[in-house]
């Protein structure tokens, strides 16, 4: 097993759509079609962020990990991430990697507790603007709570009104999004 950037193309896209249904699910309405088309159009365009895998020895990803640039350009936020299958540890080793390789920031959710981002190597944790916990890599810049910058992000609304207004558009992405799916674990192409 091996952590690899995903360039950008096809199979990126691919494991994109594969992240996106993960950590949003596919009967989520149009959540994560949105997440996808505006990480791809915008986020990626920009760059400003990147997806990274856990693959195995034939390059079918086990984890998925999509990490964003803040503003100030020094630190990373892992904005998306999951397992492809039932056990967490793929995710787990993956995290741990790019702890111990970036400028990580990761703030804790439901599925992503504190006690399973402090196995996986995030050991600093301060207080953000709101006052929520969020971890630090050791190789984050930021010392205290007020250096912290706000992560890049897009307006998911911004994504709605243009798939609203640009048939064509909302139609190439779906599709993207779906033959995404279909081919979101097959080995990579080179």
Avoid at 40 to 59: G, Q
Avoid at 109 to 133: K, M, N, T, V, Y
Avoid at 142 to 171: C, I, M, N, P, Y
């Amino acid at each position: 097993m091996k952590v690899v950037s995903l360039e950008p193309g096809g199979w990126r896209d691919a494991c994109l759509a594969r992240l996106c249904a993960a950590v949003h699910g596919t009967t989520a309405g149009l959540t994560p079609l949105v997440a996808f088309s505006g990480t791809r159009h915008l986020l990626f365009a920009n760059e400003a962020a990147r997806l990274w895998a856990l693959v195995d020895d034939n390059e079918a990803p086990l984890a998925l990990a999509l990490l964003v640039l803040d503003e100030a350009g020094d630190g990373m936020t892992l904005a998306l991430s999951a397992s492809l299958g039932e056990s967490r540890e793929p995710r787990r080793r993956l995290i741990r990697e790019l702890a111990l390789n970036a400028p990580l920031r990761v703030e804790p959710a439901d599925d992503l507790d504190e006690a399973f981002l402090r196995g996986c190597g995030i050991s600093r944790w301060i207080e953000d603007a709101r006052g929520a916990r969020v971890g630090l890599s050791r190789r984050h810049p930021v010392h205290a709570s007020g250096e912290l910058a706000a992560t890049l992000a897009f307006d998911d609304q911004e994504v709605l009104r243009r798939f609203k207004h640009d048939a064509r558009f909302f139609e190439a992405e779906k599709r993207a999004f779906v033959e995404g799916l279909a081919a979101g674990t097959a080995r990579r192409q080179p």
